[in-house]
């Protein structure tokens, strides 16, 4: 049985062009195997076949012919149902215009088949490019020295929005750590050229991202015209900063929040408890007031790096929250009477 394109990629069988846009764009970002590094194999086939399915729907040739014979009948050449055959190029009805072609004339008034195209040549179009592997791999480096960098810009969705038109953006994460220390990511890339007659050509470089200490997510860096050249130019590659999750501490702009959890002993008689920073070191909250639920207290200088004032920190934001007992005693509630009443 063939594949069911629609099911794959979650789509309804009227679904129109832009909610298979949509689909297309959410499952991409989702399964593309540079996301996944523990799994890739699994996550390369599911790109592909996220890919195949709506290189197929977004055509409305190929569609029909789906919808008329399936998979095997799409791949395997079917007679014309009437016009004008085949397209002799695999993507040429997807939005932007297509730059490889694998959908073959079979001749007058037929076809051969489709073969799907590279699923990254698909991701490259609604996306602005395709970018290869980011391990960190040796090879040529070409270091942040020659790099631009957009520092601090908050709203970029994912490291996919507001691009300039010939880029290719991806995302670099980092943890809480490395950002407040910086460090440096070496990623190897694999770029591709189209050359005369329709060659591609295929070279890897390592690219060298030095990340300074505070860095927002969002803050963008650019490598001019390192990218993929498919006939229009050479794309620039844009990585994207991302903050990892991390176990303890969230950050709030130059601020770092973290909770506490305090028995309600804790609460009313006072507390000393340690916290481990970023940089490693150990500092201890101690308190001797009563404490409330959801009481905040800020430390001045223990938050975040600030970027553009490399001596500045940040605030630690402490929110405490109170562990009630689930019971009683009837002798502990007397005590607790009794101390109350004083």
């Not at 794309?235 to 990892?244: C, G, P, R």
């Not at 940089?279 to 975040?304: C, D, E, F, H, L």
Request: glycine share 14%; charged share 25%.
């Amino acid at each position: 049985m063939g594949k069911d394109y629609y099911a794959i990629l979650g789509v309804s069988k009227s679904a129109s062009e832009e909610e298979l846009k949509k689909a297309y764009r959410k499952l991409a970002l989702k399964w593309h195997p540079d996301r996944h590094v523990g799994d890739k194999q699994d996550a390369e086939v599911k790109f592909k076949n996220i890919s195949e399915a709506y290189e197929v729907l977004a055509d409305k040739q190929k569609r029909q012919i789906y919808d008329t014979y399936g998979e095997d009948g799409l791949k395997g050449g079917v007679p014309p149902s009437g016009g004008g055959g085949g397209f002799p190029g695999g993507m040429g009805n997807m939005g932007g215009g297509g730059t490889t072609f694998s959908f073959s004339s079979g001749g007058p008034g037929g076809f051969a088949g489709f073969n799907p195209s590279n699923p990254e040549d698909i991701f490259a179009q609604l996306f602005g490019g395709g970018l290869g592997g980011l391990s960190g791999m040796g090879g040529r480096t070409r270091s942040s020295q020659f790099m631009d960098t957009d520092n601090d810009m908050g709203n970029h969705n994912g490291g996919m929005s507001s691009r300039r038109p010939n880029e290719i953006t991806r995302p670099l994460a980092c943890t809480l750590e490395e950002i407040y220390s910086g460090c440096t990511k070496k990623l190897n890339v694999t770029r591709r050229v189209l050359g005369q007659g329709g060659a591609v050509s295929t070279s890897e470089k390592e690219l060298q991202v030095d990340v300074k200490p505070g860095w927002k997510a969002g803050t963008k860096i650019r490598f001019q015209k390192e990218g993929n050249d498919m006939g229009h130019g050479a794309q620039d590659i844009v990585f994207v900063l991302e903050e990892k999750p991390h176990a303890l501490f969230k950050r709030d702009g130059d601020d770092l929040k973290i909770d506490m959890t305090l028995t309600l002993e804790e609460a009313l008689c006072g507390f000393k408890k340690p916290i481990q920073l970023l940089n490693g070191k150990t500092i201890q909250v101690n308190n001797t007031s009563v404490v409330k639920p959801g009481q905040v207290s800020r430390m001045a200088g223990y938050g975040m790096r600030i970027s553009r004032q490399p001596n500045s920190f940040g605030a630690l934001v402490i929110t405490y929250k109170i562990q009630f007992p689930t019971s009683l005693t009837l002798s502990q509630k007397e005590k607790i009477h009794e101390a109350l009443a004083q």
